[in-house]
Every structure is written in C-alpha cells, then in structure tokens.
C-alpha cells in the first residue's frame, strides 16, 4: 500500500504562483511513477502531469505545458508541482496519484490517490 499527502493549495490571484507537493509512505514508496490531476466543480478529474520513478520523464496535458512544471525528491519521497502564471480556469481540487497500471492519462489508470488539496485562482 502507498499512501499520498497532498499539500500546498490556497487562494492566489490570477498571475500568481503555487507550488503543490504530494508526500507519499509505504512500501515502494520512492520507487513509483506519479502523476498530478485535478478537478473543477461539475467537470470530470483530468490529467494534469506525470513523472516516472527517477524523475527524467515528464509527461503534461497539452494545454498545460510551460506553464506547470512536474518534479520530484525521491530522498523526502514528494513529487511537486510547480504552477506558474495561475489563471481563474486553473481553479480546481488537484489530486496526486501513485503506481499508474495502464494509460497514465486517465484516472482508471492509476492505484493510489490523495484526498485533494484546493487550489482557487482569483480574477
């Protein structure tokens, strides 16, 4: 079992920055790929950015690239997110997922998740 902590969210204004971070314990912990979603009031969770275990592969959502930036601390086991250049639309719950079993773009794809942290851009 994996567990995901997630933290870092809270009000900005549009323009600013935050940076979320996902703490992850138990077995194997270091050694996942992990991913960040995220989900807007009455929208389905979507795929935000994903990175393998050693951190040299990053994977984003197209509308998101440049602008978000995936990294990860194998040695304090968290994986980041850097989000930069915050817009009102960006508003959503963003979630960490742990170990993808399957296509890492979708939520089916993934075994382990956080509960979520708020992140709420304001116009």
């Known amino acids: 079992q994996v567990q995901l902590a997630e933290s870092g969210g809270g009000l900005v204004q549009a323009g600013g920055s935050l940076r979320l971070s996902c703490a992850a314990s138990?077995?194997?912990?270091?050694?996942?790929?992990m991913g960040w979603f995220r989900q807007a009031p009455g929208k389905e969770r979507e795929f935000v950015a994903a990175?393998?275990?050693?951190?040299?592969?990053?994977f984003y959502a197209d509308s998101l690239k440049g602008r978000f930036t995936i990294s990860r601390d194998n040695a304090k086991n968290t994986v980041y997110l850097q989000m930069n250049s915050l817009k009102p639309e960006d508003t959503a719950v963003y979630y960490c997922?742990?170990?993808?079993?399957?296509?890492?773009?979708?939520?089916?794809?993934?075994?382990?998740w956080g509960q979520g942290t708020q992140v709420t851009v304001s116009s």
């Open positions: 138990g077995r194997t912990s270091s050694s996942i790929p």
């Open positions: 990175i393998n275990s050693g951190g040299s592969s990053r």
């Open positions: 997922a742990g170990d993808p079993d399957g296509d890492y773009r979708t939520t089916s794809g993934w075994n382990y």
